[in-house]
Nanobody, 125 residues
Framework: QVRMMESGGDLVQAGGSLRLSCTIS????????MAWFRQAPGKEREGVSC????????VYIDSVKGRFSISRDNAKNTVYLRMSDLNPGDTGMYYC??????????????????WGQGTQVTVSS
């Protein structure tokens, strides 16, 4: 069973920074691309960023380009999301998940369909 454990979310002021972490178990981590998703209140969950298995490729949605940075440590089965210059539009529950593809031409889709508990990011203005 694939399990994700997200952490690092917090309440921050606009302009602040956070680093999210996600540790995954139940799969061969370095065989999978990984992605971060977020869900704002009243909105659908959206893919924010992804990274391929060897960190050779990363993708970001336009609204976070230049502010967010995704990375991974295959030895620790962990993926990170460094977020800076946060704004209230970044508020939401953040989740990580393995994805079949990490490509600018394909949507980010949770490969297994299960989700962790997420970590809450709240940005005050």
């Amino acid at each position: 069973q694939v399990r994700m454990m997200e952490s690092g979310g917090d309440l921050v002021q606009a302009g602040g920074s956070l680093r999210l972490s996600c540790t995954i178990s139940g799969l061969t981590f370095d065989n999978h691309a990984m992605a971060w998703f977020r869900q704002a209140p009243g909105k659908e969950r959206e893919g924010v960023s992804c990274i391929n298995w060897n960190s050779g490729a990363t993708v970001y949605i336009d609204s976070v380009k230049g502010r967010f940075s995704i990375s991974r440590d295959n030895a620790k089965n962990t993926v990170y999301l460094r977020m800076s210059d946060l704004n209230p539009g970044d508020t939401g529950m953040y989740y990580c998940a393995p994805v079949q593809f990490c490509s600018s031409t394909r949507p980010m889709q949770n490969e297994y369909g299960s989700w962790g508990q997420g970590t809450q990011v709240t940005v005050s203005s």
